[in-house]
């Protein structure tokens, strides 16, 4: 028995449903939830601006786990004070969702604020807002900081809580909507789009513009990345969900469908991107330093390949290393979280999502190893492949081998099956929760279950997967296996009120997505999981230029420091 979505038909049929009143909390239920509390309570007091002097209800990034001073950017003889919007939208979430626990509206209240604030004061004139990868609010001065890297606007695999931004300016938030499109599509036509957005560009036609349906591949000036795609998207279609603005619906499913129309006519396979960026300036002759692989050589699969795999060799066909990951797991999440929330509007979205990972299982995934092989989009395997050149992908030599079905893929693959019924999606979620310690899920959703109720398996990912399972198939085994990931979320990562990936990191992220994987467990135990919207995570960066280390992140820098 199992419940399931038919996004085709817009309803849901019921196999079993979630139990309609809470279930018994146990002490350890009672200790998750007191911790994200606590959590919680200590960036209320330690994480608000304490530096500007005027008393604004904006948010540090973190802090020194040890000393609670605030995390700060360094730049050639500056140091700054980040407050990133864009960093801070996980926080944002388990404060909502705390809220909604524990019924005190200071943990939603205090985030609205923040989100009034950048809207009220912040605010580029353009309507975008001043986060992202290459943005952040100095605190020590209120200024927006850029010139350690592009200064410009950039989403990638951000998701902010539209849903939240919303409730607390909606004008502000629409605004902004249509100028993150506005910014990043630098030619409608064909929607040839960029990462980066300016913040001096004025509104234009928007959905207005004429659309031609270019073949895939085609040369532009932009680089379609799906790691933006997926944001712009994500943007699109929770406008309309929000205002009920028709053409920002159809333009994000133009966008998605750039993604489909280019994968691989034989397989069903990719892609990454749906263009190529034009050629520029001729290829060097032999490539040997990293500037080759700039974008204004054109394609850099084609540059690096092309003489052994001829016409597969293109940027958007590479299926090795983290490309897979951002395909099928992260831009697969996203899309279906948006089709589910999008209801029958979001069929289309559905059905392309769920039909390229279902390609993806069946050419690259190897069930015993709970591994994805490298290869192109055409199916070629690329296990052992040597590179016989420097390039984009890497130096001569590189050798590529097979990736970890990471417990991303869990969180992924499960919530496909939940929304579409797919049998084979199950048998896939089935493998990979073996090869991830989990033990059976069973033959079929809720039959044959022999899960391992002493994993020691701590992943937040993992946890949402689990409660995946539990959505379509509500069976008490697959609950105790959420309470016993969320036990050892819980041992792993709180330390000291601080949620770390490890003991030893000396900064807090406040942006973790582990309190806001134990809020969906515990809706789960109060059995009010089917109220929430399926989670969307946030994966907030800053990359630029930081003190002696050269081009980098604050995830490479700050927050994998070690005491």
């Known amino acids: 028995m199992r419940i399931f979505r038919l996004a085709l038909a817009g309803i849901t049929c019921v196999g079993f449903g979630m139990a309609a009143h809470a279930e018994s909390r146990t002490e350890a239920d009672e200790a998750r939830l007191a911790s994200v509390k606590a959590f919680a309570d200590q960036v209320l007091e330690k994480g608000r601006d304490q530096y500007s002097g005027q008393d604004t209800p904006l948010f540090v990034d973190g802090v020194n786990a040890l000393t609670g001073e605030p995390v ?15 960093s801070q939208q996980n926080l944002f979430r388990t404060f909502d969702l705390l809220s909604e626990a524990v019924g005190d509206e200071r943990y939603r209240d205090a985030a609205k604020a923040a989100i009034r604030y950048h809207f009220d004061e912040l605010v580029s004139p353009c309507g975008l807002l001043r986060w992202g990868g290459h943005q952040f609010i100095d605190l020590a001065t209120l200024e927006p900081v850029g010139r350690f890297d592009a200064n410009c606007h950039e ?46 560009k004025a509104m234009g036609a928007l959905w207005d513009h004429d659309f031609e349906e270019p073949e895939p591949f085609f040369e532009g000036k932009g680089l379609t990345f799906i790691n933006c795609g997926t944001d712009l998207i994500y943007a699109g279609g929770m406008l309309h969900r929000l205002e009920g603005e028709a053409g920002a619906i159809e333009w994000a499913l133009r966008l998605a469908h750039q993604y489909v129309r280019a994968r691989h006519p034989d397989t069903g396979l990719g892609v990454y991107q749906y263009s190529k960026p034009e050629r520029r300036e001729p290829v060097p002759e032999p490539m040997t330093e990293s500037r080759h692989t700039w974008s204004n050589y054109g394609d850099r699969a084609e540059n690096q390949f092309g003489a052994e795999f001829g016409e597969v060799a293109v940027e958007g066909w590479s299926l090795w290393g983290g490309k897979g990951n951002s395909i099928y797991a992260q831009n697969a999440l996203v899309q279906l979280a948006l089709a589910e929330k999008l209801g029958a509007e979001g ?29 192109w989009a055409d199916g070629t395997d690329l296990t052992d492949f040597k590179f016989p050149r420097f390039g984009y992908f890497g130096s001569e030599g590189t050798t590529l081998s097979p990736v970890s079905a990471s417990p991303s893929f869990v969180a992924s693959y499960t919530r496909a099956y939940r929304l579409s019924g797919d049998e084979s999606l199950w048998a896939a979620v089935r493998n990979m929760a073996r090869g991830h310690d989990l033990g059976d899920l069973g033959e079929s959703p809720g039959e044959g279950i022999a899960v391992n109720l002493d994993t020691t398996a701590s992943s937040s990912e993992l946890l949402f997967g689990v409660l995946e399972v539990y959505q379509a198939a509500p069976h008490e085994d697959y609950l105790e296996l959420a309470r016993r990931i969320g036990d050892n979320l819980l041992a792993a990562e709180y330390h000291d009120g601080w949620f770390l990936q490890s003991p030893d990191r000396l900064n807090a992220n406040f942006n973790e997505i582990g309190p806001v994987a134990l809020l969906y467990l515990d809706a789960a135990v ?38």
């Open 72 to 86: 700060r950017w360094l730049f050639e003889e500056d140091e700054y004070i980040i407050s990133n919007l864009a």
């Open 526 to 563: 109060t059995g009010r999981l089917d109220e929430l919207p399926a989670f969307v995570p946030s994966r907030g960066y800053i990359h630029g230029r930081y003190g002696d280390r050269g081009r980098t992140t604050d995830h490479g820098t700050i927050w994998a420091a070690r005491r």
């Open 155 to 200: 989403l990638k695999n951000s998701f902010p809580h539209y849903e939240l931004m919303h409730r607390a300016d909606p004008e502000g938030t629409a605004r902004y909507l249509r100028a993150f499109w506005n910014a990043h599509i630098m030619e409608w036509e064909r929607l040839d789009m960029n990462r980066h957005g300016s913040y001096g």
């Open 347 to 375: 069929a289309e979205l559905l059905e392309w999502t769920v039909d390229g990972m279902k390609a993806y299982i069946q050419h690259a995934y190897v069930p015993e190893e709970n591994h994805f092989l490298p290869m």
